[in-house]
């Protein structure tokens, strides 16, 4: 039943999730390079890009960033792009023009439609906020932002691309759902409360490589695919690295 129920989901949508792994603002502003990856991907496809929320580092780039993407058959398109990405270049955060190597997660979620598993209220807690900008300056002055937190886990999800606090506070929802439902597939258990806490992200076992120094070079370490143009593919050229399974 339970792996019924995991075919129950969106087609033609999917929600993405990126973090910055170790790095300070190098590891930020990779973050933010590849949300625009696949923003640009979207477009050139033809797919709806709609933005939910980004929580800015303090210099330059994001901290994590998360989007819903609507298009034709892109949850099964894109679902294997979830794994860790590593960046090689010249920082140009430091002074002394060193290499240096940042990680980030990327995550991508079915939206899922037959809720087979129920969440307890009582095990949720709702926070609100301003939506903000980078540098934290107020982009709304009312509390629309919406943060829901699923305490047994520790897993939350904050949505402030809405008005209204009620159409983020069921985005939010519905995004905690699919993220939930993810970890209990990865996990192999049918029940919420057989989840075990996510206490860190362990960085190291990236599924793709992008080295624009000392050579220009993008490799997937799953397939051995590469491509010799790092900038075409993170102007979202990804064709050739999409695994349809």
């Known amino acids: 039943?339970?792996?019924?129920?995991?075919?129950n989901y969106?087609?033609?949508?999917t929600l993405l999730n990126i973090y910055a792994g170790a790095g300070g603002v190098d590891a930020q502003d990779w973050t933010l390079m590849l949300f625009r990856m696949y923003q640009r991907c979207a477009q050139k496809k033809g797919w709806s890009f709609n933005l939910l929320h980004q929580s800015f580092g303090e210099q330059k780039g994001v901290k994590s960033a998360s989007a819903e993407i609507k298009g034709n058959n892109v949850y099964n398109i894109l679902k294997n792009e979830s794994g860790v990405h590593r960046l090689v270049r010249i920082s140009p955060f430091s002074a002394k023009k060193l290499r240096h190597t940042s990680f980030a997660m990327v995550e991508f979620l079915p939206v899922i439609i037959n809720n087979e598993v129920k969440l307890?209220?009582?095990?949720?807690?709702?926070e609100t906020f301003r939506s903000s900008g980078p540098g934290g300056q107020n982009v709304n002055k009312l509390e629309t932002?919406?943060?829901v937190t699923h305490i047994p886990t520790?897993?939350?999800?904050?949505?402030?691309?809405?008005r209204s606090q009620a159409?983020?506070?069921?985005?939010?929802l519905q995004a905690l759902y699919?993220?939930?439902?993810?970890?209990?597939?990865?996990?192999?258990?049918s029940q919420i409360n057989e989840l075990k806490p996510q206490v860190s992200i362990e960085?190291?076992?990236?599924?793709?490589?992008?080295?624009?120094?000392?050579?220009?070079?993008?490799k997937d370490h799953r397939t051995g695919i590469k491509s010799s143009q790092p900038d075409k593919v993170l102007d979202g050229d990804l064709d050739k690295f999409l695994i349809l399974k």
């Open 154 to 162: 520790g897993t939350s999800v904050v949505v402030q691309s809405e």
């Open 178 to 189: 699919s993220k939930l439902v993810q970890r209990m597939e990865a996990e192999k258990t």
């Open 145 to 147: 932002a919406v943060r």
């Open 120 to 126: 307890n209220p009582n095990d949720l807690r709702f």
């Open 167 to 172: 159409q983020n506070k069921g985005k939010a």
């Open 203 to 218: 960085w190291g076992s990236q599924i793709r490589s992008y080295v624009l120094h000392p050579y220009q070079m993008v």
């Open 1 to 7: 039943m339970w792996y019924n129920s995991l075919m």
């Open 10 to 13: 969106e087609k033609g949508k």
